[in-house]
C-alpha cells in the first residue's frame, strides 16, 4: 500500500476501557431511575433499574450481532430501547425512546480510562503527517462524545468522528466507513482501520475496501485475524504495524 493518508480507530476496547469492576449493565442501572420516569407509571411499575439496563444491554449486543450476521435493515439509535422494553412487556413509540437514550447517558470521563500508550500512539501517527478519525459503535455521538474526546485530550487529533448512534446502522455496515471516507475524501486504499473487533472493526474495513490493524485484546487472546492483517497487543506497536503498510 503506497499513499496511506489516513487511520481509524474504534473507542472501546482499542483507545479506552471502563475502569475494573465496572459494567455496562451496572452503568446503566444507576441512571435508570431518569429513564424510568419517562414513563407511564402503569408501564414504569413493571420495570425496575436492574431489569431495564439488563433488556436495554442485551439488546445492543443482539442489534450489533444482527449487523454483523448482514442484517442491513435501519438500526436508529432509539431502536435498542424500544426493543428491550418489548421483550419486559412495554411498547413505547420512537419520541419515548430517544428520550429514554438520552436519560441513560453516562460520560465516558465517569467509567473510563486511556489504555496504555493511546495518547503517545495518536500523537506519533498525526506527527508523521496522517490524518486520524473514529468509527465506532456507540448508544452516543455528536458533542456528548466530542466532550468526552477533550476531557482525555484527544480529540484534537481526530479530523473525523462517525458513530452508529448518528449513521443508524451498526458496524460493520458499510454505511460508517463510506461517511468516514467521504468526510476525509480519501479512498478507500488509502486508509487503515484499527480495532479490538474482528467482526465490526476488521471484517467491516475489509468488505469495505479498507486495511485493518487487529487490537488483541486482552492480549492473551486466542484466534488469529484473517490473512494479510496485522495484529497488536498493545498501542505502542501500532507505529510499527502502520509503517509496514505504508
Given at each position: 500500500m503506497t499513499g496511506l493518508g489516513a487511520v481509524l480507530f474504534d473507542l472501546g476496547g482499542t483507545l479506552w476501557e471502563w475502569y475494573p469492576g465496572l459494567t455496562p449493565e451496572g452503568i446503566l442501572a444507576t441512571v435508570a431511575p431518569r429513564a424510568l420516569r419517562l414513563l407511564p407509571e402503569a408501564q414504569a411499575v413493571l420495570l425496575t433499574?436492574?431489569?431495564?439496563a439488563e433488556a436495554v444491554r442485551r439488546t445492543y449486543l443482539?442489534?450489533?450481532?444482527?449487523a454483523c450476521d448482514g442484517d442491513t435493515s435501519p438500526m436508529p439509535n432509539e431502536l435498542c430501547v424500544r426493543k428491550a422494553l418489548a421483550g419486559l412487556g412495554v411498547t413505547i413509540d420512537p419520541a419515548t425512546a430517544e428520550a429514554m437514550i438520552d436519560a441513560l447517558y453516562v460520560s465516558e470521563r465517569e467509567t473510563t480510562r486511556l489504555l496504555p500508550f493511546a495518547v503517545d500512539a495518536l500523537a506519533a501517527l498525526s506527527a508523521s503527517g496522517l490524518r486520524l478519525g473514529i468509527v465506532s459503535?456507540?448508544?452516543?455521538?455528536?458533542?456528548?462524545?466530542r466532550?468526552?474526546?477533550?476531557?482525555?485530550?484527544?480529540?484534537?487529533?481526530?479530523?473525523?468522528?462517525?458513530?452508529?448512534?448518528e449513521v443508524g446502522q451498526m458496524k460493520p455496515h458499510p454505511a460508517l466507513f463510506r461517511q468516514a471516507l467521504q468526510e476525509l475524501e480519501l479512498s478507500p486504499d488509502k486508509v487503515v482501520m484499527?480495532?479490538?473487533?474482528?467482526?465490526?472493526?476488521?471484517?467491516g474495513a475489509l468488505n469495505s475496501h479498507l486495511q485493518a490493524v487487529w487490537v488483541r485484546r486482552p492480549p492473551e487472546r486466542t484466534g488469529d485475524p484473517p490473512a494479510g492483517v496485522s495484529s497488536i497487543k498493545r498501542l505502542d506497536e501500532l507505529s510499527e504495524a502502520i509503517d509496514r503498510l505504508r
Open positions: 433499574p436492574e431489569s431495564l443482539e442489534l450489533e450481532h444482527a459503535n456507540r448508544m452516543y455521538g455528536g458533542e456528548r462524545l466532550g468526552d474526546l477533550s476531557y482525555f485530550d484527544i480529540g484534537r487529533y481526530f479530523d473525523v468522528v462517525v458513530t452508529s448512534a484499527v480495532g479490538d473487533d474482528l467482526c465490526c472493526d476488521v471484517a
